[in-house]
């Protein structure tokens, strides 16, 4: 398996535009997640899903912020409009089922808004 | 709120040392936890899940150990080699989302010298 696949793996756009992250989790994996990681704060979770279904976005931060998984084997992260305390590294991750099983995480998408 | 903290943030070894880096957390309700490792500028990488009824987990020169009661977790790496060199995350699962939202320590900044 190809592990979890993040696209694009960098990202440099101007404030004020629409960013789209992507993500493919492990075929298989029913329970996905997404994370941002800067120095400051280090990892925290931004939202997951559990067979597609959003289960807990306490840790979006702003309406500015919007995940979607259409299916089992792709999901979105879109910031609209961006500003540039949104730059860190995004990282996808999942894993087979909930809470027992290992967390796979992808190369992550280092996103800089200028 | 759980609270994961790893002490110290950065460790320099001479090769073939054997280490231990610690995890502490203050919510004892936990359903497991999981040890990560980061090259810089990657993802990051399982190395030992353990759940909340065991007690250590092994894998080749890494050894895991859980002490639920005292909040801590520690680490073994058994002769060390520059290979080894990466940020060494910790991450607990709580047990209110049955180990789904994983809650990082700051991270261990490992280096091994020739």
């Known amino acids: 398996d190809a592990g979890v696949i993040q696209s694009p793996r960098h990202e440099v756009t101007e404030m004020g535009q629409e960013v789209t992250l992507r993500c493919k989790p492990i075929?298989?994996?029913?329970?996905l997640f997404w994370y941002r990681q800067t120095m400051m704060r280090g990892l925290e979770l931004l939202i997951y899903?559990?067979?597609?279904?959003?289960?807990?976005d306490s840790g979006m931060p702003e309406d500015r912020f919007s995940a979607k998984m259409p299916n089992a084997s792709f999901s979105t992260l879109k910031i609209q409009p961006s500003e540039p305390r949104d730059s860190a590294v995004y990282f996808c991750?999942?894993?087979?089922?909930?809470?027992?099983?290992?967390?796979?995480f992808g190369q992550g998408t280092r996103l800089t808004v200028v | 709120k759980q609270e994961v903290t790893q002490i110290p943030a950065a460790l320099s070894v001479p090769e073939g040392e054997n280490l231990v880096l610690n995890c502490s957390f203050t919510d004892s309700a936990i359903y497991n936890l999981q040890w990560f490792r980061q090259d810089p500028g990657k993802g990051l990488t399982s190395l030992l899940l353990?759940?909340?009824?065991?007690r250590e987990q092994t894998s080749g020169r890494l050894n895991a150990s859980l002490d639920k009661s005292s909040g801590r977790s520690t680490l073994y790496i058994a002769a060390s080699q520059p290979g080894d060199s990466a940020t060494y995350l910790c991450a607990v699962g709580d047990l209110g989302n049955a180990g789904n939202m994983l809650t990082f320590g700051g991270g261990t900044r490992l280096m091994v010298k020739p």
């Open positions: 991750a999942s894993r087979r089922r909930a809470g027992d099983t290992e967390a796979f």
């Open positions: 075929s298989g994996h029913n329970s």
């Open positions: 899903f559990n067979n597609n279904v959003p289960i807990d």
């Open positions: 353990i759940q909340s009824s065991q």
